[in-house]
């Protein structure tokens, strides 16, 4: 039986940096593939990348309870499902969820042996920096993604364990320290 980590971390703090560098060292380990309801990018491939699903398709699966988890994020939903999960751990394989602080909690109260990793910034400062410092979004933006990371900090209380983010060597090695024993 497979080990499901969820790994959250607030917008700009590096989250899928650390994960890629974790999964780039750790064959073994597999990112989960999340549904979504958003068109399909370039280079992009269904079930690969996502499962990509029409709104209807979607909302069938919300009402027959087929995700741990699921948030709608600029008009398009996202979302995770058990039978995904479920058949990944049963093959044996080590899943990592990369999703948001709410849903990692959602995930929890139906998975308990769930392992929740929280990437946090070295200082909110620090992490306003950064967010200030990608020139890509306007103050009103930017004072929203505040707000959020407080409340996913505020959530993160309820998490197994936290990573700093120092550098992306050490928050490697600490989710190394967690997930491999």
Known sequence: MGKLFVISGSSGV?????????????????????????????????????????KDEFNICINNNEFLEWAEFSGNFYGTKKSFVEQCLNNGENLILEIDTKGALNVKKLMPEATLIFIAPPSFEELEARLRGRHTETEEAIQKRLASIKLEIEN?????????NDTVENAVKKIEEIALK
């Open 14 to 54: 590096g989250k899928g940096t650390v994960i890629n560098e974790f999964l780039k060292k750790h064959p073994d380990f597999k990112l989960s593939i999340s549904c979504t309801t958003r068109k399909k990018r370039d280079g992009e491939e269904n079930g690969v990348n996502y499962f990509f699903l029409s």
């Open 156 to 164: 993160s209380k309820n998490y197994d364990y936290t990573v700093i």
